[in-house]
Nanobody, 115 residues
Framework: QVQLVESGGGLVQPGGSLRLSCAAP????????MAWYRQAPGKQREFVAS???????FYADSVKGRFTISRDNAKNTAYLRMDSLKPEDTAVYYC?????????WGQGTQVTVSS
């Protein structure tokens, strides 16, 4: 079973920063999209940001200007830099990796923004 390894979550005060990482195994080749989603308690999972192999990046309106997605293709790793965090950013963050034929999900990492 293919596993994506996520790390970097935790507790941070409002206005603080965190960086999430998502490492995909080398067995996954020709990755097209690496993305982050999040799910807050009682809410549906929602899109946060994505990085396309062409170099383009896309963001949810709620995180534009505060979050930055990046990727290291040599390491099959994606990152999500989160700045100016707000309590409403509290959620479990999930990594998503897509090839031409498969979609993989991580198990999630908790991000809590609270004073």
């Amino acid at each position: 079973q293919v596993q994506l390894v996520e790390s970097g979550g935790g507790l941070v005060q409002p206005g603080g920063s965190l960086r999430l990482s998502c490492a995909a195994p080398r067995s996954i080749i020709s990755i097209n999209t690496m993305a982050w989603y999040r799910q807050a308690p009682g809410k549906q999972r929602e899109f946060v940001a994505s990085s396309i192999s062409s170099g383009s990046a896309f963001y949810a309106d709620s995180v534009k200007g505060r979050f930055t997605i990046s990727r290291d293709n040599a390491k099959n790793t994606a990152y999500l830099r989160m700045d100016s965090l707000k309590p409403e950013d509290t959620a479990v963050y999930y990594c998503n990796v897509a090839t031409i034929s498969e979609i993989y999900w991580g198990q999630g990492t908790q991000v809590t923004v609270s004073s």
